[in-house]
């Protein structure tokens, strides 16, 4: 039982939770204060949502899965979880989510369906448009905003909100771009539309480049004259640094999995920690 427990985990990638399981903290936050029950909720509707996205990402891509020599391990092609599992785990983790949304409020049940959507839809895009880097970051934008709607049962977002979520855009869409540089031939090959497979990997790392810059551009404004967040600012920039410094010669397996998820994971929870330390800094001076 654990042992089956335990591939389910490793399926949905239980521990990509880290990059936006803080950002959607933060949006609480930033609204106001944040009952134990509210967290609770906003745990179990992120971990739902997150749990159905990844299922439907490795159902759908099964195929070209097992024709890609790094992905034809994946418990699907492997044969290590059956399809008829992973429709489990996919309509389990969209239960929770839905059920969650309800009890937080009437506007986050409401409005669920549409990360949900989102979701559903985001790997066939990657069959038609480069645009497909984009369309998964709204998920992390979006992972924001409920935060906010978790606390307020509203979607009057104040203009540092909005600000912060067109940041967090650029900055999943650029580390994607980083994460899909180790498929950029088979991407090629197979006609899929990756910036590293369509427009070349060298094109790729600027383009993400450029995307992070203006996430720090964007990130600087949106929280401009909040003492603390502008301290973590320079350790933002050097982390944006070292996720493109790491990749700048090679692209290998390794390389990427530091740049794209140990960095950016470090990445969010610092800006959740000064979103957080400014709260209670603002609290205490009021």
Known sequence: MWRRLK?????????????????????????????????????????????????????????????????????????????????????????IYFVSAFFINKTAFLLSPIPAAVSYIYPYLKRFTCLSHYFLALSVAFALLGGWIAVTDSIAFPEKLILFALALLFWEAGFDMIYALQDAEFDRKEGLHSVGGHFGVEFAKKLSILNHGVFFVLLAIAFWGDQILSLALPFVGILLFLEHYIIREKHDEGRVQMSFFYLNAVLSGIVFLAIFAQFLLSTQLS
Do not use: Q, S, W
């Open 7 to 95: 591939l389910y985990l490793e399926f949905v990638k239980i521990e990509h939770t880290l990059f936006a399981l803080p950002i959607a903290y933060a949006g609480a936050i930033l609204a106001g204060e944040i009952t134990p029950e509210i967290a609770f909720l906003i745990l179990t509707a992120f971990t739902g949502l997150r749990t159905f996205a990844m299922a439907c990402n490795r159902i759908i891509d099964r195929e070209i899965d097992a024709r890609n020599p790094r992905t034809a391990k994946r418990h699907l092609p492997a044969g290590l979880i059956t399809l008829r599992e992973a429709y489990g785990i996919a309509l389990v983790g969209l239960l």
